[in-house]
């Protein structure tokens, strides 16, 4: 599942050749992971009456963050790369190591970042995908069947 890749891959470049990884907060054996996007449930009231119509689902584009840890000590300059790395203005795909299959059109909606004064740290940011799931690849076949 995504928390459990190391490293990410966003816009096409790797978090590893930012010397970033992926980091899990959750303590204990147990893992929350998002599986369902939420969904918003369109009903109308009766008149004089206590009974709702259910008309639809709408579901909710897909949010989650990403706890991402420098290798060693950061500098300022390594942050600068990062958030030039990550600050765009439209959706970008995004892809997990453990998930290389599933494609995420995703914008960082915020960026926090924590830190001590010894320059070790992590930053949080938080992506909005564009959809309420995650794409994939087109698969082709070498196969072709040709009738007539």
Not at 43 to 50: M, P
Not at 96 to 118: G, R
Request: with cysteine; hydrophobic share 30%; proline share 4%.
């Amino acid at each position: 599942m995504r928390k459990t890749s190391l490293w990410i891959q966003y816009d096409g470049y790797s978090s590893k050749s930012f010397k970033v990884f992926q980091v899990n907060f959750e303590s204990g054996l147990m893992q929350t992971e998002t599986l369902l996007p939420s969904r918003t449930l369109n009903t109308t009231r009766r008149q004089n009456s206590v009974i709702s119509d259910f008309y639809s689902v709408t579901e909710n584009v897909l949010t989650f963050d990403v706890n991402l840890v420098y290798d060693g000590k950061f500098t300022d300059d390594d942050i600068v790369a990062a958030m030039r790395w990550l600050k765009k203005d439209t959706y970008k795909p995004l892809i997990f190591e453990t998930e290389p299959e599933n494609i995420y059109y995703a914008i960082p909606k915020q960026i926090d970042i924590t830190h001590d004064t010894l320059k070790k740290g992590y930053f949080t940011v938080t992506f909005e995908c564009n959809s309420p799931y995650p794409y994939t690849k087109v698969q082709m076949s070498n196969q072709y069947i040709v009738n007539g």
